[in-house]
């Protein structure tokens, strides 16, 4: 039987025999995202939206965050990589970031509970690459298409002044100092994520040729300000996103 670690941990500490589970990663392999559908969250009547499913924090809250550590097995973003990096113009390699699916991806699921949004609905991303050497705001991100996300993150650009995020997307290597040394008069994001692995797992190979693996490990979080509920419903939105790239090609 094959089993990511978290899966592995999750299985644990739910008292889950992962033989039960079916998994859905590479040969089978049981990944995290299968222990979490394993109990899935009641349904509302009258049809099912991202919203209506919720998984529970993996960790005890911390710095005023709910914390989710998951896990998806991208192999279906690699598959169709090719006709979508001809669509964003970005062929540099033959690959395109996968920071540009990873903030359509946290900027769709944190809208499918509005609550927290401000009137304008404007909402504004700050991207940590390269060990966070290099910075990329993104205003106005959820009327940005894929290929707009693709263009401003091939060119990063500085954050204007007074530019206040609230969503932070970083990559594995980028510190919680880096990030508040950017950030104006110590603002504290309502959302951020941090993408886990190494270096391969910034970019996908277009065509997926099978010399990268496509698991994506993340942590994501979510401000206590939110009933916790909400924020569980965020936070599977989110990985149900990254499960079908497709989805995030539509700005609606």
Not at 8 to 14: E, I, Q, S, Y
Request: include cysteine.
């Amino acid at each position: 039987m094959l089993i990511s670690p978290l899966a592995a941990k999750l299985c644990a500490a739910r008292g889950i025999d992962p033989t039960t589970l079916r998994g859905s990663g590479p040969r089978g392999r049981i990944m995290a995202a299968d222990v979490q559908i394993s109990t899935p969250a009641p349904q509302r009547r009258g049809g099912t939206t991202l919203a209506d499913h919720a998984i529970p924090p993996t960790r005890e809250q911390k710095d005023g965050y709910y914390i989710y550590d998951d896990e998806v097995d991208m192999s279906a973003l690699a598959a169709i990589s090719m006709p979508i990096a001809v669509q964003c113009e970005k062929l540099l390699e033959n690959r395109y970031s996968l920071f540009d699916y990873i903030i359509r991806a946290v900027v769709k699921a944190c809208t499918t509970c509005p609550s927290w949004q401000e009137p304008s609905g404007n909402i504004n991303v700050m991207l940590f690459e390269h060990k966070g050497s290099q910075v990329t705001a993104i205003e106005n991100a959820a009327n940005k298409s894929i290929y707009r996300l693709a263009r401003e993150t091939s060119a990063p650009r500085p954050a204007p002044a007074n530019f206040t995020p609230h969503i932070v997307v970083c990559d594995a290597h980028t510190t919680r100092e880096q990030v508040a040394a950017v950030l104006a008069d110590g603002h504290r994001p309502g959302f951020a994520m941090l993408a886990r692995g190494s270096r391969e797992k910034d970019a996908i190979r277009a065509g997926g040729d099978g010399q990268y693996k496509n698991t994506l490990s993340y942590t994501f979080y979510a401000a206590t300000t939110l009933p916790e509920q909400e924020a569980n419903r965020i936070a599977a939105a989110l990985r149900a996103l990254l499960y079908n790239p497709v989805r995030l090609l539509l700005l609606s």
